[in-house]
């Protein structure tokens, strides 16, 4: 029973200070998976709170907020924790990193290092024991939900960060990680009061804006940030031999503005786009150079030419089995086998030619688990 208490306790402080871990970081990371049910007592109100709508009702301005808060935060996880802070995959200023940290914190997904240390995690151990959201090693609702519940996975491994957290501003933001989100709350929640009473005609409140802006768009925003962890290593096709079962999918690219790509990521997850070709839709890129364009990003660092060539290969190949497929179980269509690889290799010979092949050897570090070279060159990638 005292154990139990000090842990509820411990969990209670956590609500505030992230990094509250009286037995040390590293002993939690040690414990056994299960669900402390005290700590996740916000996570549980912010689904609650959906159930407001029963009360304050729906307005069209209401629902378009919460769908363009829904697309725009889901375009700083995907374009600032992931693209950035994760991987950095291109560069920015000190002052606009932490713009960047700021707006992270309105997805209500935790501190940019907690983030960027469990995604490289992920990178290093993809669909492995150790990878904390595999659904192949512990089921789809774990992945999807289950394991940020676990009070082994609250801790920042601040080792795994070295890159980030030598920058006092974001390791604030990272350890009292619910300032941000009350703010944003509170925001909303103002404006709608504001709108309630200078733009009566928007039929909107207070509690509506919160209700919609808030708890169904940030719920909608988790959720559908989990999908990758639990659906993009079940759902698609895969191009690359990863060496886990990564898999990209339309449906969730859409869904997450470019995320679905997974398979193309963990390929070479040192690009700032995941949409490899120009079919592959990817918004987050889209945004991202139109940001360059405003100097406040650079460095956008492209797919490797022959990583490129090495998909169109792979697709080239299937292409060709699929139609020796189509000729057995439809000869009446058996010409596919000569259309198909011929209009595969014309796509493969427009790869080779708009982007000269790179130095393999060059390259070999993109291959797949190298996200811990990240932490390793901090010093070669200052934030300037």
Not at 38 to 52: A, S, T, Y
Not at 102 to 109: I, P
Not at 139 to 153: A, D, E, K
Not at 247 to 262: F, P
Request: aromatic share 12%.
């Amino acid at each position: 029973m005292q154990i139990r208490f000090r842990h509820s306790f411990a969990a209670i402080i956590q609500w505030f200070d992230a990094d509250h871990a009286p037995g040390g970081a590293a002993a939690m990371r040690d414990e056994p998976d299960r669900v402390d049910w005290v700590r996740c007592i916000p996570f549980i109100i912010l689904h609650l709170g959906c159930l407001g709508v029963l009360w304050t009702g729906w307005s069209p301005f209401a629902v378009a907020g919460a769908a363009i808060l829904y697309f725009a935060r889901m375009a700083v996880v995907t374009g600032a924790y992931h693209r950035y802070f994760s991987h950095k995959t291109y560069s920015t200023s000190r002052p606009f990193q932490f713009v960047l940290a700021l707006l992270g914190g309105t997805t209500v997904q935790r501190g940019p290092l907690w983030w960027a240390y469990h995604h490289r995690h992920h990178h290093q151990h993809s669909d492995e024991e150790d990878d904390v959201h595999s659904p192949h090693v512990h089921g789809f609702l774990w992945s999807h939900v289950g394991w940020i519940t676990s009070r082994r996975n609250f801790p920042t491994d601040y080792s795994k960060v070295r890159d980030l957290d030598r920058f006092p501003e974001l390791v604030f933001l990272n350890r009292f990680d619910a300032v941000v989100p009350a703010a944003f709350a509170l925001a909303i929640w103002c404006l709608g009061r504001f709108l309630q009473a200078h733009a009566p005609g928007l039929h909107t409140s207070g509690a509506q804006m919160l209700v919609w802006g808030f708890f169904i768009s940030t719920t909608a925003l988790f959720h559908g940030t989990s999908c990758i962890n639990s659906m993009a290593h079940i759902l698609g096709r895969r191009r690359y031999p990863t060496g886990d079962d990564s898999r990209n999918s339309l449906v969730l690219a859409v869904i997450t503005l470019g995320e679905g790509w997974h398979n193309n990521h963990h390929r070479y997850q040192g690009a700032v786009r995941n949409g490899f070709y120009w079919w592959e839709v990817d918004i987050t890129y889209y945004l991202l150079r139109c940001l360059s364009w405003t100097g406040l990003i650079w460095g956008l660092k492209p797919v490797p030419a022959s990583v490129l060539a090495e998909g169109a290969r792979l697709d080239h190949h299937g292409s060709v089995e699929a139609a020796r497929t189509a000729e057995h179980v439809h000869p009446e269509y058996s010409s596919l086998k000569k259309i198909v690889p011929a209009a595969a290799a014309i796509a493969v010979a427009t790869v080779n030619a708009s982007h000269p092949v790179l130095s393999r050897r060059a390259e070999a570090p993109g291959i797949l688990r190298d996200a811990s070279s990240l932490s390793q060159g901090a010093g070669r990638d200052r934030a300037r």
